[in-house]
């Protein structure tokens, strides 16, 4: 009949890869502790909570964003001692400045180039888009970065884009900085070192920014404290980001988003105080893990731990069963098979999920 007809032209209408997609997974958490996807498990005290309701009471949310998204996009900046000659696009989180990237080299024949297993997204991105990809993995014994590997693969594929978490999810250790200055030297094209995990980390790509003109850093908001308010931010060289600021949605973060951003900024001592606690319960859940027989555990410098089980797939569904939500790495790349990536809670989050995991091997 007509109607299902006009339904398949207009499917029709949609790219074939497209259709072809599966939609990005987000698990369902009712109920469960909540350790799946690197939030900061705290919440502002109760007292800044009611500060925070009376800011965002008081603003005009009849009006389109006006400059108090640039007032953010400045005291970003200042947060993370952005260089001179740089200046800094915010993305309704990184998500969207992933997407804008690959908006940006989008030509045809142009590739994206990252270190496999990382952040789903650069793939996922580059293919929305059109976009060759290639992934080069990482060396099986430690997550390290395969520099050899990388420098054939850039020479040989000459990629427009290239991501390095720094450091890396969900393996959350940080590369050999060597290595990264010769892939900075050997890039044709962009390099966007991806520091989402700062807070937690030893990490800081200001150096290379200030050093080298192709480097752009992107942060983020969310593992600081604010994932629902999803602000992303990226800083480079001001003839770089005055391009990607033209393909940014011309009011992409929300009022509420970038005032509930900027009074977060005005309280970044209580950020960074969780973000302390968060440090010192990953050391000790790294430790618990040690001790436990058949748990292979990768040191971390950002907020979560992967760890080796005999079978990721039963020791998921059985910490599911117990209450604690984590993920189950394994299905994203070979080198993960039976990994598990454990996001680090509060100390009772922590407590309840290595119980659940020792009742779950
Ligand atoms: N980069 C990395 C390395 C991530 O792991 C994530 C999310 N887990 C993001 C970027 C995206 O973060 P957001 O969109 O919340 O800013």
Not at 19 to 32: D, E, H, K, N, T
Not at 288 to 303: C, E, H, I, K, R
Request: with cysteine.
């Amino acid at each position: 009949d007509a109607p299902a007809d006009l339904l398949q032209q207009a499917l029709a209408a949609i790219r074939p890869d497209v259709r072809a997609m599966s939609a990005y997974p987000v698990q369902s958490s009712a109920g469960l502790i909540k350790l799946d996807v690197m939030e900061n498990p705290f919440r502002l005290p109760a007292e800044l909570q009611e500060a925070l309701g009376r800011r965002l009471g008081a603003v005009a949310i009849n009006r389109y964003p006006t400059e108090r998204t640039r007032e953010l996009a400045l005291a970003l900046a200042a947060h993370a001692g952005m260089p001179e000659g740089c200046d800094i696009v915010l993305g309704n989180g990184s998500d969207e400045l992933i997407t804008l990237l690959s908006m940006a080299v989008s030509q045809p024949g142009a590739c994206v180039l990252t270190p496999l297993p990382s952040f789903v997204m650069y793939e996922h991105s580059a293919r929305y888009q059109g976009l060759g990809f290639v992934g080069v993995p990482l060396r099986a014994e430690d997550f390290e970065l395969d520099g050899p590997a990388m420098l054939a693969a850039i020479a040989q594929h000459q990629p427009a884009l290239i991501y390095l978490a720094y450091p890396n999810n969900p393996t959350g250790n940080l590369w050999d900085r060597a290595v990264i200055e010769q892939i900075i030297a050997a890039a044709p094209g962009l390099v966007v070192m991806d520091e989402a995990y700062q807070p937690f980390a030893a990490a800081d790509s200001m150096a290379w920014l200030r050093r080298h003109p192709n480097v752009l850093v992107m942060r983020t908001m969310s593992k600081f404290g604010l994932a629902g308010v999803r602000i992303g931010y990226l800083m480079g060289r001001s003839e770089l980001i005055a391009q990607i600021e033209k393909l940014r949605p011309p009011f992409n973060i929300g009022v509420l988003n970038a005032e509930a951003g900027l009074f977060a900024l005005e309280h970044a001592e209580v950020y960074a105080a969780q973000a302390a606690e968060l440090r010192a319960q990953r050391e000790r859940v790294l430790a618990a893990l040690q001790s436990l027989p058949g748990v292979q555990v990768f040191p971390s410098q950002g907020n979560m731990l992967l760890a080796r089980v005999a079978d990721a797939a039963a020791t998921f569904a059985a910490m599911k069963a117990r209450g604690v939500l984590i993920k189950n790495a394994s299905s994203a790349h070979p080198l993960l098979a039976n990994c598990l990536r454990i996001t680090i809670g509060t100390a009772e989050e922590n407590t309840a999920m290595l119980a659940a995991l020792k009742e779950s091997l």
